[in-house]
């Protein structure tokens, strides 16, 4: 049911799903930090936040590229190829995050480089798209 709904998408709802992701990733990023509101502190939350962007983006991501979709009546059409759009949007990914975080190097907003991030950035990359091979990418074995 649930995957019904998420593939009865229009291709272009999705990427427009995709391109307004992108920009929470560019405004969540570039803002500078005296414009956040602090919520609640907790150490290495920011660590988090970028494991999360990145995992919610290669999520996102192949699900805009995946060109299946559920036609009245019948199941899931197979005519997507996982084994060329995962290391795109792997590759995308984490381009995407040493990208932000070299403009908070070279932008003087406030931000700064780290490599903790990057390394979250791309930890979360992974795991979400593996996360959406599991979910969509498999075939269903029996009947």
């Known amino acids: 049911m649930l995957k019904r709904f998420i593939f009865s ?13 992108l920009a929470v990733i560019v405004y ?4 500078p930090p005296k414009n956040i509101p602090r919520l609640i502190y907790i150490p ?3 660590k988090v936040v970028h494991f ?16 299946r979709i559920y036609k009245k009546g019948h199941p899931l059409t197979d005519n997507i190829h996982l ?15 040493v990208v932000m975080e070299l403009f908070q190097r070279t932008m003087n907003i406030g931000r700064h480089y780290s490599i ?3 390394i979250a ?22 009947t």
Do not use: H, Q
């Open 116 to 118: 903790y991030d990057l």
């Open 121 to 142: 950035n791309m930890a979360g990359a992974c795991v979400g798209t593996v996360l959406y091979y599991l979910l969509f990418g498999r075939k269903k074995t029996g």
């Open 83 to 97: 084994s060329r759009i995962i290391p795109i949007v792997l590759v995308l990914s984490v381009s995407w995050g």
């Open 28 to 31: 969540a990023s570039l803002t």
């Open 9 to 21: 998408f229009p291709g272009f709802t999705r990427w427009m799903i995709l391109f307004a992701y």
């Open 52 to 67: 999360l962007m990145y995992l919610g983006f290669c999520l996102i991501a192949p699900w805009a590229m995946d060109e």
């Open 44 to 46: 290495y939350i920011d």
